[in-house]
């Protein structure tokens, strides 16, 4: 039947007069404007209209209950523009009224748990602002998300109290909300200023006061996709004319809390109090001037504000005063305990995010000076898996795990799995290897210019002797002064043959490099989700097989021409070169 008062005058908008005419639909009543099915029990529907009524059949609509007078306090044909069943209990629901068209403000939000026999109110002085729309988490029952006229709002029990969400989300009216079933984001719909996901709220589930009075704890994490990003397409320079919106970063979001003597407050708290405090001052300023000043009223929406902090624990002033961040470590292993990433995260008080774009740690890079490199600070992606998380502070250290998960729609069996990995990891040898041995070019030609160096402070003071003496002294060190420029040259042409040094100039084919051909591989490698193929094996082949090839001739070098000019520079008595061994590929 119909669900609505059905009251006739207020169905007369073209004939009910008014100073301006409105046809857009916005002042008809008596209309559906919530509909909500049980996610738990078959044939429950809610439903919820613009002139205060409220119904539930539990018979898929074969039957209705009103419930709308169960509902206390609430001024009757208020607007119902939200409701929300149960995630758990057939019979629960939670439903919003708001009254704002009528100058009433107050936030109506209420729970029931008998199929609207009875109602409980779930508003609180927190809230500001009349309540628009509500949602429940699908594994926490006492996680709730409210949208008001004034932004959003998140319960920790189950609505007996709520806190202001100002992470990202501004003061807007927040229409409607949905966490993702699969995701777990917070989808949050405003009216008027766009949508805005909240990342992964599964930390929020194991919030407790007890979980942030700890000196470190580190959250539950929704997991990771692994996915190759490609750049979005559209115009390459379109200045102010397009917009487009921030992806969720890509990797493992890593949720911990902080709780330890002089941690800074996150910026965002900053802002906040340094807000208050003019506000404070304004106040101060705009009191009547008495023997006694009066104390201004704190207002509701804001915290008390605190002190700036001082250097955190293990962090001396004198570094606290140089403007250093203090951070926490955090160590990823994988199943067998080995060190797969190590990297810094924020610390401060309370609450802190960081991302862990699913890489390990890289392997060796040359110095790549002005030429630049390939930007990336991690190496390539892990294999899908179960990965363990400590996250360090000073003395105290939590632990957990993350999962990264295969990528959508992948055929890989772990067998591809790890020849992809074995594969990689060979790629990953050869590199290290060459790097090995053009570091050990960049400090044999230092030690080289240093015997020249003290040659010529030799030959200096050589010099001065003679002009005292009244005669020139032959230059004994001719032979091993020749010697040491032509090691360098050999040094600089093998080093051009490994990879492009950075002080080259000009435009060079550095595909000539061997280095360039390991890159080559490794790209072939990683550019897909699959086992390696014939392509990418004869790439990695040929790239070993180069590498192998080169650093035989590099090991000559040292074996020969390098252990030479050792024995000489021993035997003039200046210095000594360090032996070391050869250079070679492992796997």
Known sequence: PDLTTNKKEWQQQAASGGLTPDVTGAENFTTIVAVAVSPVERGVIWVGTDDGRVHVTRDGGTSWTSVEKALPGVPANTWVPHIRPSKFEGGGAFIVMEDHRRSNWTPYVFRTDDYGKSWKSLATDEIRGWALSIEQDAIDPDLLFLGTEMGLYASFDGGKSWLPWRHGVPTTPVADLVVHPRDHDLVVATHGRSIYIVDDVAPLRGMSAETLAKPVHLYPSSGAVLHHRMPAGGASRPGAGEFRGENRPFGAILTYSLNAPGLPLPDDEKERARKEAERTASRERALPRTSEPAAAAPLREDPPSRQEPGPTTGETADEAGKGKEPKVEIRITDASGKLVRKLEGPAKLGINRMVWDLSRDPFRQPPRGERGGWGEDGGPAVPPGTYNVTVKHGQQEARGTVRVLPPPGSRMQEADWQAREAAIRRAGAARDALVEAIERIAGTRKDVDAVLARLEQQDKERTRRG??????????????????????????????????????????????????????????????????????????????????????????????????????????????????????VGR
């Open 467 to 584: 002009h005292t003496e009244g005669g020139a002294e032959a230059d004994p060190h001719k032979e091993l002064k020749q010697a040491a420029r032509q090691l360098r040259r050999k040094l600089s042409d093998m080093e051009k043959r490994l990879f492009v040094p950075p002080d080259t100039k000009g435009i060079v084919d550095e595909d000539a490099a061997v280095l360039s051909q390991v890159e080559l591989a490794e790209f072939a490698l990683t550019s897909a989700w699959s086992g390696p193929n014939p392509t990418q094996t004869a790439y990695l082949e040929q790239a070993e097989a180069t590498v192998r090839a080169v650093l035989g001739d590099f090991n000559r070098l040292f074996a020969e021409d390098v252990a030479a000019f050792r024995k000489q520079v021993q035997a003039a008595g200046i210095g000594w070169l360090p032996e070391l061994a050869p250079v070679a």
